[in-house]
């Protein structure tokens, strides 16, 4: 069982920038596929940005591209996301979670283990 944790949420202006992290724990992360999520008030969580375990494979949302970046660094164990041109309706908690296998990644039922969530704010 691998053990994820999110950190790198704050508060950022519109325009501004923020780089979230999520950190694996118990087994690496280079054994799973990680997606990132985020969640809204009074909204469902909906899907992000996803890389496969190569890294070779990367999927956005659309409000994400061009704006969003998921890497990762399997010597760190950790996966990234770098949001940048930040929006106020980027305001969400944000989670991590990784999957068992390279398909299906925009469906949050194929994710096996998840974070707690960091929460994002932008706001002026």
């Known amino acids: 069982q691998v053990h994820l944790v999110e950190s790198g949420g704050g508060l950022a202006e519109p325009g501004g920038s923020l780089r979230l992290s999520c950190t694996a724990s118990?087994?690496?992360?280079?054994?799973?596929?990680v997606g990132w999520f985020r969640q809204a008030p009074r909204k469902e969580r909906e899907f992000a940005a996803a890389?496969?375990?190569?890294?070779?494979?990367?999927y956005y949302a659309d409000f994400a591209k061009g704006r969003f970046t998921v890497s990762r660094d399997n010597a760190e164990n950790t996966v990234y996301l770098q949001m940048n041109s930040l929006k106020p309706e980027d305001t969400a908690v944000y989670y991590c979670?990784?999957?068992?296998?390279?398909?299906?990644?925009?469906?949050?039922?194929?994710?096996?283990?998840w974070g707690q969530g960091t929460q994002v704010t932008v706001s002026s």
């Open positions: 979670a990784a999957a068992n296998r390279n398909y299906g990644l925009d469906d949050r039922d194929t994710y096996d283990y």
């Open positions: 118990g087994r690496t992360v280079s054994n799973y596929a």
């Open positions: 890389i496969s375990m190569s890294g070779r494979n990367i």
